[in-house]
């Protein structure tokens, strides 16, 4: 126990020895939290109309107005042919066309339909499909006020009657992507202590050499590398309460769970991704083969772990891939604690599950280790 | 008590053999040299001796442990110093020493005496980084490193490559002391004037020991009279002789070409051949043959005994 002690002491003074690593240890947190969070937002502030009005009539003018009272669009232009309102969107300056043909007006009342056509530039699927559903929720709003113009006989009171919606949206009421995010983020970070520094750490023993003469001294393996490994451990854990503290300041995002708790998971959570880490420096000679070997199995495993998007949005093949993602676990626990104050129950399962991915990382890590050295 | 005994031991990467069928001993409070060109295998050979590479075939004993078996009690009783600078450069000088005598069990107190001599020269700079320091001063502190948990065997691979004559000097002295300690000390050089600071030495070439002796014994088995030529043009020289008749041998040494011939020298038929080729101003001198002159036989009849 003494050595490992001594050795967690020494990796210590070598960290904070680093002039390079410690602040970004700690700037990192800040920078991320406040560049990602407020800038990777799916949330549609502003739509691009360009409108083709060809009708002219009091009913498209209605209709127009309609979009433009809405605060999502704005009417860049007006224009008379559909070709100048296509230029305009290639150049970039629509998002949506809206093209009203001639004889709207007159086809509305008589015969009670009309056509209208929206271009929609879709190069982002996603914003696309938002668009696409923000337009026919005002066309319907229309449409149901052209009825109720148009159609001069009372309606009987049952008909009238239309069943409302008002959605109330559990666990984030304002629909903030901002409490999405941080907690995500959160998790990204300590991901990138436990695998990239703890890896690169053991790695850099080998590449310049100092494993040699620590080899040859009667250190048992397994202490060395829990004296190396430890340290990240901790610093992991310290920088999750940092990035806590900056997001609570900062975004003053709800935190409804236990802390504790939290931190248990977390604590479970980087014996998984360190044990990553120590498995990867087995296949690394110098610090940027394993920081690609990292970077290549962290990327994948951080772009399908629902940062940004929605796991159960993925396909079947996808999901099943997640299954051995200890990032997705980490992903969906860390923000099932703090949005919807989940407690032990509710996460036993993710529990259960890295604690067996941790059995069989750190055997597969402590099989390969001892293979090539 | 012989502190390491080797039978055949042989190691092989793949295509290549680092060692062939190597055989020595090296008695207990010996000061041993292994000298030897680089790629010779001193280092694969040192590594097997400190345990952390394991031989193809063979047999290796040290401190009477078998270094595949045994390793966890042999490294209490061994120190290594590797020909690369392997301590931590970002720790300072008292931090490494502290790390080492930890890991060790020990403390630098307890073995101070031991180190006392090497240390010293380092001490005023114990709080600088290791990696600042200059070459000779990081040697020292490697040096105390390795001795720092009181081995009974010390291996040093090249501990003087690459570092000034002063402190070279001074590094020999200091395993000189070691040795009176008790301590058996085996170490390798690729300088050959080195050699004959070591109580016995292996000539090692090609992963082969061509010659296992003292410095003394193996000058004297050097049996051909040896001549050192001098001229304006070395080069020349050097290229003729090489071309002439009854030459067996010439090698450039410093300010004199060393050459040793077949039979009795005949000097004015040398003088008389040098002459035809232009080359008037030779003097020749009888002088005793170095070990550096032994080592260059020895590879040359081992070259030729390869390609026969």
Not at chain 1, 57 to 65: A, D, E, H, M, T
Not at chain 1, 100 to 105: L, R, S, V
Not at chain 1, 208 to 222: A, S
Not at chain 2, 15 to 42: C, M, N, Y
Request: net charge neutral; aromatic share 10%; with cysteine.
């Amino acid at each position: 126990m003494r050595t490992i002690g001594y050795i967690i002491r020494k990796e210590f003074i070598q960290i904070f020895r680093n002039r390079s690593m410690l602040p970004i240890i700690f700037v990192m947190p800040v920078i991320q939290l406040i560049i990602l969070a407020n800038a990777a937002t799916l949330d549609l502030k502003r739509i691009d109309m360009v409108v083709v009005d060809e009708d002219m009539s009091q009913s498209s003018r209605s209709l127009v107005s309609k979009f433009n009272g809405s605060p999502f669009y704005k009417i860049e232009a007006a224009f008379l042919s559909v070709k100048e309102a296509e230029a305009a969107m290639h150049k970039g300056k629509a998002g949506v066309i809206l093209h009203i043909p001639q004889d709207f007006e007159r086809d509305l009342l008589k015969e009670n339909k009309a056509k209208i056509q929206l271009m929609v530039d879709a190069i982002n699927g996603m914003a696309a499909g938002l668009i696409n559903a923000y337009s026919s929720a005002i066309i319907a709003d229309f449409n149901k006020e052209v009825i109720s113009d148009l159609v001069t006989i009372p309606i009987p009171d049952g008909l009238n009657k239309s069943i409302n919606t008002i959605p109330y949206y559990w666990y984030n009421p304002q629909l903030s992507y901002k409490n999405f995010m941080v907690p995500g983020i959160l998790g990204v970070l300590i991901t990138m202590i436990g695998m990239f520094l703890a890896c690169m750490n053991l790695v850099r023993e080998k590449e310049i050499g100092t494993i040699e003469q620590i080899n040859v001294t009667p250190i048992h393996k397994f202490h060395f590398i829990a004296g190396k490994l430890i340290p990240f451990w901790i610093l992991a854990l310290a920088e999750l309460a940092f990035g806590l503290a900056v997001g609570k300041l900062l975004f003053n995002i709800p935190f409804l769970g236990n802390i504790p708790l939290l931190f248990g998971f977390a604590a479970l959570y980087l014996l998984v991704i360190l044990g990553f880490g120590l498995f990867i420096s087995t296949f690394a000679d110098t610090q940027q083969q394993a920081m690609f070997i990292a970077w290549f199995i962290a990327m994948v495993f951080i772009m399908m772990s629902g940062l940004f998007t929605s796991v159960e949005n993925m396909p079947d093949w996808a999901q099943i891939l997640n299954k051995i993602n200890p990032i997705a676990y980490f992903m969906r626990v860390i923000r099932m604690i703090i949005l919807k104050g989940s407690g032990i129950k509710d996460i036993i399962n993710e529990v259960v599950i890295l604690s067996g991915y941790f059995v069989v990382i750190i055997n597969l890590a402590i099989w390969r280790y001892k293979k090539t050295t | 008590m012989d502190a390491i005994v080797a039978e055949k031991i042989t190691k092989q990467f793949k295509e290549t053999v680092a060692l062939k069928e190597v055989s020595f001993q090296v008695r207990a409070h010996e000061l041993f040299g292994f000298i030897g060109p680089d790629g010779a295998g001193k280092t694969t050979l040192f590594r097997l001796i400190a345990s952390l590479m394991l031989p193809n075939s063979g047999s290796l004993k040290v401190l009477g442990l078998d270094p595949v078996t045994e390793f966890k009690a042999l490294r209490k009783k061994l120190g290594y110093m590797p020909g690369r600078f392997s301590l931590y450069q970002d720790l300072t000088v008292e931090e490494n020493l502290d790390f080492y005598a930890t890991i060790f069990g020990t403390t630098i107190e307890e073995n101070y005496d031991l180190i006392k001599d090497i240390y010293s020269h380092i001490e005023p700079f114990k709080t600088r980084p290791a990696g600042k320091l200059s070459g000779g001063m990081k040697q020292k502190l490697a040096l105390s490193c390795a001795l720092i948990h009181k081995p009974e065997l010390l291996i040093l691979d090249e501990p003087t490559t690459g570092v000034d004559a002063v402190s070279r000097k001074e590094f020999w002295q200091m395993l000189k002391n070691l040795q009176k300690q008790g301590i058996t000390v085996v170490v390798s050089t690729p300088y050959m004037d080195e050699a004959a600071l070591c109580d016995r030495v292996a000539l090692i070439q090609k992963g082969s020991l061509l010659s296992v002796d003292t410095p003394e014994n193996i000058i004297n088995s050097f049996k051909t009279e040896l001549y050192g030529l001098r001229s304006v043009d070395m080069y020349n020289l050097l290229i003729q002789l090489k071309a002439y008749a009854f030459c067996e041998n010439a090698h450039l040494f410093g300010q004199y070409i060393h050459a040793s011939f077949k039979g009795e020298l005949n000097r004015n038929d040398l003088l008389n051949y040098l002459k035809t080729k232009g080359i008037e101003d030779v003097e020749i001198t009888g002088i005793k043959p170095g070990i550096e002159d032994c080592f260059m036989q020895l590879m040359v009849s081992n070259e030729t005994l390869e390609t026969v």
